[in-house]
Nanobody
């Protein structure tokens, strides 16, 4: 069974940086982890959940427009770790951030993500 555990959230001032990490278990073979679409989502109070960044089966990243140039998603296959480096943080980035994964081999466009972490809170103050 796949499990995802996020860490790295916290409180920072606007303009600051945070690095989120998501450690996955349940992938005994690295090939399976490599061929898994994974992403970061966020949800602010009173708002719908938003996809922030994903990395596809070929390792290609994509971002929501509001974070382009500020956030970087990366995947360490050997450590089964998905990261999100967040720079130039803005108050609008305040949200609970979640790591998510599809089933192995499923394209990122293949519907809802199957596995979710418990979330890590990011708070950006002005």
């Amino acid at each position: 069974q796949v499990q995802l555990v996020e860490s790295g959230g916290g409180s920072v001032e606007a303009g600051g940086s945070l690095n989120l990490a998501c450690v996955a278990s349940g992938y005994p073979r690295s090939y399976a982890y490599i061929r898994t679409c994974m992403g970061w989502f966020r949800q602010a109070p009173g708002k719908e959940r938003e996809r922030v960044a994903i990395i596809d089966l070929d390792g290609n990243p994509s971002y929501v427009d509001s974070v382009k140039g500020r956030f970087t998603i990366s995947k360490d296959n050997a450590k089964r770790t998905l990261s999100l480096q967040m720079d130039s943080l803005q108050t609008e980035d305040t949200a609970m951030y979640y790591c998510a994964a599809h089933r192995v081999g499923i394209l990122c466009s293949g519907g809802k993500f199957d596995y979710w972490g418990q979330g890590t809170q990011v708070t950006v103050s002005s």
